[in-house]
């Protein structure tokens, strides 16, 4: 079965702190694709970034970290120096391959609150 | 390049109306999926369409349903709503098609509140 689990429901940091999302994901295939997006209050869900799972390199982009690892079906998410705006919702998604069509399993999400 | 489209952005229906939601997807765009999202269950999938087929659907009753055009628009029908259906629909397209390591670029989302 495949399953996206974020077990912080709620964070709150006060601004300039580090924050990390954690994501834990479980599936059988063997290729698979990871994904965080962030929901502001608005409601559109605004692409962040994709892994593969052939691919473990960390990436950064910015203030923006990510740490896939096969080994512990994670991907995690850190925000460095958080600020005001990356207050939303953060959801990390998978979607497998071969895949029956252009489906995502999402987590719960994670609500993010960064305090001034 | 204009994003993915939702109209209307909000709605208010009562139990047992219908109610039709458009997507427009990002030009060049040809797979359009649709998900509902509520605080109890989260975002579920609801289907995806690629050149006008129905190629995937989730876990949803046939009161849902949707389509396809030529020009990859879509529109979700849901028909005898029942307040459990108030949720933010949101629709998400992906180039070229529609495949797993394709990102999906979402719209706005359409609020609808069943009274």
């Known amino acids: 079965a495949q399953k996206v689990t974020q077990a912080q429901t709620e964070i709150s940091v006060v601004e300039k702190e580090d924050v990390t999302l954690d994501c834990v994901y479980e599936?059988?295939?063997?290729?698979?694709?990871l994904f965080w997006y962030k929901q502001p209050p608005s409601g559109e869900l605004v692409f962040l970034i994709r892994?593969?799972?052939?691919?473990?390199q960390n990436e950064i982009s910015g203030r923006y970290s990510w740490n896939f690892q096969k080994s512990t079906s994670s991907f995690n998410f850190t925000i460095t120096a958080s600020q005001v705006v990356d207050s939303a919702v953060y959801f990390c998604?998978?979607?497998?391959?071969?895949?029956?069509?252009?489906?995502?399993?999402f987590g719960t999400g994670t609500s993010l609150t960064v305090i001034p | 390049k204009a994003g993915v489209t939702q109209t209307p952005r909000y709605l208010i229906k009562t139990r047992g109306q219908q109610v039709t939601l458009s997507c427009s997807p990002i030009?060049?765009?040809?797979?359009v999926s649709w998900y509902q999202q509520t605080p109890g269950q989260g975002l579920q999938f609801l289907f995806e369409y690629f050149s006008e087929t129905q190629r995937n659907k989730g876990n949803f009753p046939g009161r849902f349903s949707g389509r396809q055009f030529s020009n990859s628009r879509s529109e979700m029908n849901v028909s005898t709503l029942e307040l459990g259906d108030s949720a933010l629909y949101l629709c998400a397209s992906s180039f070229p098609s529609g495949g797993a390591g394709e990102t999906q670029y979402f719209g706005p989302g359409t609020r609808l509140l069943v009274l």
């Open positions: 599936t059988r295939d063997t290729t698979y694709y």
């Open positions: 892994r593969n799972s052939f691919d473990e």
């Open positions: 998604a998978l979607k497998f391959f071969p895949d029956t069509g252009n489906q995502f399993y």
């Open positions: 030009s060049g765009h040809r797979s």
